[in-house]
């Protein structure tokens, strides 16, 4: 059974910046896409970025150009850089296998606020 175990979040000012990091347990982290998710208040999950296996990179128009996903299969870990933070970012973050998902994990509140 893969867990999926996300940290980092935490309460930032707008313009800020954090780093997210999603460890994930099992040998398959590196065979498959990985992408970050988000829930905000109210609203349904969304997918803010996923990560191939070799590395290629998708993002949502949202975080585009702010957000910056990146992976370490020797260390079956992924990140999420936030940065140039807005008070719209706020959410709880997620990681999960994409497209196929696995059970989600507790997340990482992310609060923008100044």
Not at 81 to 97: G, I, W
Request: proline share 4%; glycine share 12%; hydrophobic share 35%.
């Amino acid at each position: 059974q893969v867990q999926l175990v996300e940290s980092g979040g935490g309460l930032v000012q707008p313009g800020g910046s954090l780093r997210l990091s999603c460890a994930a347990s099992g040998s398959i982290f590196r065979l498959v896409a990985m992408g970050w998710y988000r829930q905000a208040p109210g609203k349904q999950r969304e997918l803010v970025a996923y990560i191939f296996s070799g590395g290629s990179t998708n993002y949502a128009d949202s975080v585009k150009g702010r957000f910056t996903i990146s992976r370490d299969n020797a260390k079956n870990t992924m990140y999420l850089q936030m940065n140039s933070l807005k008070p719209e970012d706020t959410a709880v973050y997620y990681c999960n296998r994409h497209p196929s998902l696995l059970p989600w994990g507790q997340g990482t509140q992310v609060t923008v606020s100044s």
